[in-house]
């Protein structure tokens, strides 16, 4: 059963690694945005899921795809309900 507590500890988690891709992304370092964008996939069902991985492959070969990319994802996560 989830807690008051778990959902806190979960909701300050997800905001955390969206603050992390955040100033990854303004800071060029797409190595970071890929590694939160794998870590958010954990934590989201489908399609956030699907878009976070699309995200983190984005990383590795279209930098510029991924960085309009992420805004889009992390609007969706605030709809997304975490799993």
């Given at each position: 059963?989830?807690?008051?507590?778990?959902?806190?500890?979960?909701?300050?988690?997800?905001?955390?690694?969206?603050?992390?891709?955040?100033?990854?992304?303004?800071?060029?370092d797409?190595?970071?945005?890929?590694?939160?964008?794998?870590?958010?996939?954990?934590?989201?069902p489908?399609?956030?899921?699907?878009?976070?991985?699309?995200?983190?492959e984005?990383?590795?070969?279209?930098?510029?795809?991924?960085?309009?990319?992420?805004?889009?994802?992390?609007?969706?996560?605030?709809?997304?309900?975490?799993?």
């Amino acid at each position: 059963m989830e807690t008051a507590a778990t959902r806190s500890t979960t909701a300050r988690s997800i905001g955390e690694r969206c603050v992390g891709a955040d100033w990854a992304l303004s800071h060029g370092d797409f190595a970071a945005l890929r590694h939160m964008a794998q870590q958010l996939a954990i934590r989201f069902p489908e399609p956030a899921r699907c878009e976070l991985i699309r995200l983190a492959e984005l990383c590795l070969c279209d930098l510029d795809a991924a960085g309009a990319l992420w805004p889009r994802v992390k609007a969706q996560l605030h709809r997304a309900t975490p799993t």
